[in-house]
């Protein structure tokens, strides 16, 4: 009997600790601030951050929220912290709206006050998704989902991820990697502080990376890629590609081939697999240490180094060049 009674006790001491713990975790990751705006039309957001990082997320709600997660020395001040007012005098901070116009800024207002006080101010904000968005970050990086608009995302501080987003869109960082996933619109992603990925577009892409590879995949389009930190590559669906590395090699693997194939390496080979290109009317201009093709119906010069001639009667302009490797052709 006491064993059961000693069962009881110990069982519920277990609760109540689980429940203290989820209340304390809840309260420990409330928002420090948090505003909302009405939004009954599509309309832009503004935000600039120079505390922290800044995530953007698409949801059916005809409103803006704006969550601000104030720390200092690592730790989230709740809203009903008397530090609060204190930590957020180091910040210059803008809520507001005018017209469809969101705007949410953080402004540090000393870097000395930063690094005696130790704080920073991260953002969420939840958008409907009829929203253009124009982000910027000096304190972290960016991350941004589900909206629909015109697009321009900077980050200084970090990465810049984006996802499930379409519109005519400009993504940039010089703190990290830019990352992008199933975007619908032309796209325009350029890294000087790490690689630049993209996998699913539909549109005309614009890739650049000076600080790692470009990796485009499933690509329904247009692709204009280049790396001078890195390989390229490209796949998908695309009418034409441009790819250049002067850090790596450049590999693509092509459908639909339509308008133009140029590819060009010094710091690697150059390889290209072209969907039913043994069926399309190609000229080729092709050179590097050794060139590797199986030539279909050709007329022109073809040679151990270099190839240079047309298929199938000519058409579509294909540029490979390597001086760091071969030049590999499939069909």
Known sequence: MKTQKNFKLFTIIV??????????????NRPSITKTFDLNQPGKLHAVSSGGGVTVQAHDQAKVVIQAFVRKNGKLIS????????????FDIDFSKSGSTIS???KRKSL????????????????????????????????????KGTHEFSSSGGGVKLENTS????????GGSVKAANHNGDIRLS????????????????AHSSGGGVHLEDIHGAADASSSGGGVSVTGEASSVKAKSSGGSVHVDIRNLTEELYLQSSG????????????????????????NIDLHNFSGTSEKDRVKG?????????????????????F
Request: with cysteine.
């Open 310 to 330: 047309s298929m199938n009667g000519g058409g579509i302009p294909v540029y490979m060049h390597a001086s760091g490797g071969n030049v590999n052709v499939e």
């Open 79 to 90: 809203p009903t912290d008397r530090s609060l007012d204190e930590v957020l005098d180091d």
């Open 112 to 147: 000395m006050n930063f690094w005696r006080n130790n704080v920073g101010i991260s953002l969420t904000i939840t958008v409907p998704k009829e929203m253009s968005c124009e982000v910027s970050s000096s304190g972290g990086g960016l991350k941004i989902s589900g909206v």
């Open 167 to 174: 519109g005519t869109t400009k993504a940039s960082s010089s």
């Open 191 to 206: 890294s000087s502080g790490g690689g630049v990925s993209l996998n699913g577009a539909h549109g005309r892409v614009y």
């Open 15 to 28: 609760v109540l600790t689980a429940v203290l713990s989820l209340n304390g975790f809840s309260e420990n």
């Open 104 to 106: 949410a800024i953080v």
């Open 268 to 291: 690697g080979g150059v390889s290209a697999i072209i969907h039913g290109g043994d069926q399309l009317g190609l000229d080729l201009d092709l050179s590097s240490g050794r060139v």
